[in-house]
């Protein structure tokens, strides 16, 4: 698959070049935008962003790999991250992990069979009072219990 | 009860015709008839401290900033907010961005900083949509950006970007978040040189809190010494509490500081499900000392009284434990958290939060021994003060004081005594172990 970025993309590119004094800068946003369209990093898309951005591929490889947002493997159309940190934790999370991996018959850190589902257990996203909750792609659902959660399974399921 | 400053009970208030109709960028423009100078004195006179958790005071923060050097002056607000526990800053993102924006406007202008970057993690999806929408409002409108120029004015004009996290704890931390904003892999700096000296791109820039920034409209506008009557005279204003765990009503509550613990658990959250008693409580996000019941009778939320009863304010995100809760449990999950976190530069924490954690698996698995406190509580010690940043210290005053406050708890879980060939070196507070010097190894 050949990697590149439509002239509406490079003239994106450009706008946020252009909020920062170094090109290095632009890097983060980039790669979201590689996310967005190619679903995940992989070894190709870093050695684009680094030519984009006339930077080294060790630097977007060192960069990509910090940072736990970005899939340095592909993920199911839907990736579900439930946090089990402590809030979560005493209000059921791993109840909730543990439904969810029956449901879907996968463990955490696995993708479905289908590549519609893939679990990730992920540190604190900021929903404390509202504990568990669970991301699915972008969107958080919260207050959630096995209940509601199997609905929304199904749901995405039927999707 | 003390008028709301961050979380106004007035509907759609994060719309900006609702902003505008209440007042809203008016207080920008009486502040561009003041001095620079004289807008940071009254953020002085009001006593506000950073809400990120180290209660630095403000006023004096943006003293440090250099006026009229060659390199442009930087602001960043700190939107990264993910220490567990605390949920408090995107309420502001939802319900009064605004308010952020115009507190952005008066500090780029105190500060004298024509680029502002707000850093949002970014798990925060739907907040980041919320922000940037309120944002191209703003600019929209000329409120922002050169613009601005025309639409009050004046000679100042400040532009302002969200930059996206992409799911890095460490890059709460103000180096780190500016290496983060620089395209890096997030890794807090050595300090000094401090961000004033040394900051984004090298030049000085200043970090404050999206909750800080948020409370500068109202000193401006009612000015310092209002600011400075409301709640503890040494750590003024309303805090955003978010309470979450075992409450009946989890959520964020804007309280004036000096607010009863108590209160807030049993008056606003509604008290424990199912009457159980509280075994702990975590006063300000996971990595300060968590509580014991009994030392949360009379204790006011504020940074000297939690100082003086051992723990801290940190952002002011309460978790309450019932008394069903598993410390053990607890403690394990925490110190996965910071294990997971660290960013592996200082070898003390990257090798010491894994080490730590194997070691409370372990008890939590039934296979600790009553050293294994004793050596908790040593690898903490290594980590403490041993570090570049202060995620060192965070991930270990939880094991050090929870350990402390619930010892007989984490006793009762060690249900091996150690066999070792030689007596350990780690001294166990329940046995007497000679010295290393006198153990006869041959």
Redesign the interface.
């Known amino acids: 698959m050949k990697i590149e970025f439509n002239e509406n993309e490079l003239k994106q590119v450009e706008e946020i070049k252009k909020?920062?004094?170094?090109t290095?800068?632009?890097?983060?946003?980039v790669?979201?935008m590689i996310q967005e369209k190619y679903g995940w990093i992989s070894k190709e898309t870093m050695q684009f962003a680094a030519q984009l951005l006339d930077?080294t591929e060790e630097?977007v490889l060192?960069?990509v790999t910090?940072?736990?947002?970005?899939n340095s493997k592909p993920v199911g159309k839907y990736h579900l991250q439930v946090c089990?940190?402590?809030?979560c934790?005493?209000?059921g999370a791993y109840d909730l992990m543990k439904s969810i991996e029956q449901e879907l018959g996968i463990r955490k850190g696995e993708t479905t069979s289908d590549q519609k589902f893939t679990i990730t257990e992920?540190?604190?996203?900021?929903?404390?009072?509202?504990?568990p909750m669970i991301?699915v792609n972008?969107?958080?659902y919260e207050n959630l219990t096995i209940e509601s959660t199997r609905t929304l399974l199904s749901n995405l399921k039927n999707n | 009860m003390t008028e709301k400053i961050l979380l106004k009970d007035i509907p759609n208030y994060r719309d900006i015709e609702v902003y505008k109709q209440h007042g809203g960028y008016q207080i920008f423009k009486k502040a561009l008839q003041r001095k620079p100078e004289e807008i940071i004195d009254e953020v002085k006179k009001s006593g506000l401290r950073g809400r990120g958790g180290a209660c630095f005071p403000t006023g004096m923060k943006w003293g440090f900033m250099p006026k009229g050097g060659e390199k442009p002056n930087y602001l960043c607000i700190n939107g990264d907010?993910?220490?567990?526990?605390?949920?408090k800053?995107?309420q502001i993102f939802e319900f009064n961005p605004h308010q952020l924006i115009e507190g952005i406007l008066i500090s780029a202008y105190a500060i004298n900083s024509p680029t502002c970057y707000i850093y949002i993690?970014?798990?925060?999806?739907?907040w980041i949509k919320l922000m940037q929408k309120a944002l191209d409002d703003a600019y929209s409108q000329g409120f922002v950006g050169e613009e601005m120029k025309k639409t009050f004015k004046c000679d100042f004009f400040t532009?302002i970007?969200i930059?996206?996290?992409?799911?890095?704890?460490i890059c709460g931390e103000e180096s780190a978040l500016m290496n983060?904003?620089?395209?890096?892999?997030?890794y807090p700096r050595v300090k000094p040189p401090f961000p004033p000296q040394y900051g984004l791109?090298g030049c000085p820039t200043t970090v404050n809190n999206v909750e800080t920034i948020s409370n500068i409209p109202a000193i401006v506008d009612k000015g310092g010494e209002w600011f400075a009557s409301i709640g503890e005279p040494k750590h003024p204003g309303t805090l955003l509490f978010?309470?979450?765990?075992?409450v009946n009503n989890?959520?964020?509550y804007e309280l004036p500081t000096g607010t009863l613990l108590s209160d807030i658990i049993y008056k606003y959250a509604g008290g424990v499900p199912g009457d159980k008693k509280i075994k702990s409580v975590?006063p300000g996000g996971?990595s300060v000392p968590p509580l014991r019941s009994e030392q949360i009778d009379g204790l006011k939320m504020d940074a000297e009284s939690l100082k003086a009863a051992g723990s801290s304010i940190g952002t002011g995100?309460i978790?309450v434990?019932d008394e069903d809760?598993d410390m053990v449990?607890?403690l394990t999950?925490?110190t996965h958290?910071y294990h997971?976190?660290s960013?592996g530069q200082c070898t003390p924490c990257r090798e010491g939060t894994g080490w730590m954690l194997k070691v409370l698996h372990r008890i939590e698995e039934g296979n600790g021994t009553s050293h294994d406190l004793d050596l908790l509580i040593d690898v903490a010690n290594n980590i403490e003060g041993h570090t570049i940043c202060a995620l060192g210290d965070a991930a270990a005053w939880p094991v050090k004081y929870t350990i402390e406050r619930f010892r007989d708890e984490f006793e009762s879980r060690v249900s091996k005594s150690l066999q070792l060939p030689v007596i350990n070196k780690v001294h166990s507070m329940r046995e007497t172990s000679a010295p290393l010097a006198e153990v006869n190894v041959g």
Request: aromatic share 12%; proline share 4%.
């Open positions: 909020r920062y004094p170094t290095q800068a632009a890097l983060m946003p790669l979201y930077i630097h060192g960069v910090f940072y736990t947002m970005y089990t940190n402590v809030s934790m005493i209000r992920v540190e604190c996203l900021g929903s404390c009072g509202t504990a991301q972008d969107d958080y | 907010e993910s220490e567990p526990g605390s949920f800053d995107r993690r970014g798990e925060y999806g739907k532009n970007y930059h996206k996290g992409a799911g890095a704890y983060s904003i620089e395209g890096k892999r997030g791109w978010g309470i979450s765990g075992h989890p959520g964020v975590i996971s995100g978790i434990m809760s449990r607890v999950r925490i958290f997971h976190e960013c």
